[in-house]
């Protein structure tokens, strides 16, 4: 779960990372008086979760209430990236001396948290990577013992950092790696890491990135979690019972277990002509499981025609074509059902489906062939 900018700078400033004074607005006529708060320069900022809302041209600056209110106006509703500006984070214009990166994240390749810092700051980290690794320095870090100073100190040489700086750039990290841990992440960033003719260090920009799989852990997140998550209802009635689900464009529903399998089965789809209208991912299904999904399908008007496939191995095939009969027996569905059915116990689930009118097909490929014709004629 991504968190919005502005949450972000609350976790830093609570962490003891540095932020620019700034106050969060969602109207337009609260921006005159948040500017004659801060006083002097501001920066507008559209709280979105997509990146690259400079590049965009939607960062914009402003040196007194009255420009800022006008251009606070033109900035609500604007879409960016399918994103709708609700919120803006206006903030003191920090004058900046350099600009650095800190950020760290998780490598599953060698499944273990990766410091990543650069002398240059402001531009994405992939794009400093392609143009100069020497600008980059990456420390890994065993999670039983964390962060040591000697490493960190290290880190602050490799980037050409002198002394004090180098001590303040490894506070910063510090800080970094407690939020990091503390917040289940899968990543944190500070980019860019101003340094000001002060000689501070401030945050500009922030990401941070909670495990979905530990948000149990974070009960300041359960209201956030129900409208982060999920973009749509279907979604969220997936993700409750901890199956995946992406709404797509067609009108065949697919239900299925396995990434992998489902996977083949849009492609199979796209390969003979048709078009899914979803992924769905169940994992492991049981006789109520399979009720379920058949409701929450159900409740996609775009499906017209519904391909199940069940490959059965620890669970058994008589047990879900039992759901299926149950759901049958409950709705009386219209739309036409294409079962593809092979493993544990399939000729009794054979059996029960027939019993509801479906005749189950043990190939794979002429199953989706026939859910394609059926989705052609409707």
Known sequence: MQLFEHEVKEIFREFGIEVPRGKLVKKPEEVSEVVREIGGSVVLKPQILAKGRGKAGAILFADSPKEAEEKAGKLFGLEIKGEKVKEILIEEKVDIKKE????????????????????????????????????????????????????????????????????????????????????????????????????????????????????????????????????????????????????????????????????????????????????????????????????????????????????AGLNRCDELAEGIKDYYLAYKPKIPVVVRMIGNREEKGRKILREIGIEPIADLELAVKKAVELASQS
């Not at 240059?120 to 964390?146: L, N, P, S, Y």
């Not at 990091?180 to 401030?202: C, H, Q, S, W």
């Not at 489902?262 to 769905?280: E, Q, S, V, Y």
């Open 100 to 311: 650095l990166y800190a950020g760290i994240a998780v490598d599953f390749s060698v499944k273990k948290p990766v410091i990543i810092a650069s002398s240059e700051g402001g531009v994405e980290i992939e794009e400093i990577a392609r143009k100069d690794r020497e600008k980059i320095a990456k420390e890994f870090v065993w999670i039983t013992e964390g962060i040591k100073e000697e490493r960190l100190s290290e880190i602050g040489k490799r980037l050409g950092l002198d002394g004090e700086l180098s001590n303040h750039f490894s506070e910063v990290l510090k800080k970094l790696y407690k939020i990091f841990r503390e917040y289940d992440a899968e990543m944190v960033e500070i980019n860019p890491l101003a340094l000001t003719k002060e000689g501070k260090l401030v945050a500009i920009d922030g990401v941070l990135n909670v495990n979905n799989d530990s948000l149990f852990r974070h009960p300041e997140f359960e209201d956030l979690a129900e409208e982060r998550l999920y973009s749509s209802e279907l979604e969220r009635m997936a993700g409750k019972m901890g199956w995946s689900y992406l709404g797509l464009e067609g009108n065949i529903g697919i239900l299925s277990s396995g990434a992998g399998l489902t996977m083949t089965i849009l492609d199979l789809i796209k390969r003979f002509g048709g078009l899914p209208a979803n992924f769905l991912d169940t994992a492991q299904m049981d006789r109520n499981g399979i009720y379920k999904a058949f409701e929450l399908l159900s409740k996609n008007p775009q499906i017209k025609v519904l391909l199940v496939n069940i490959f």
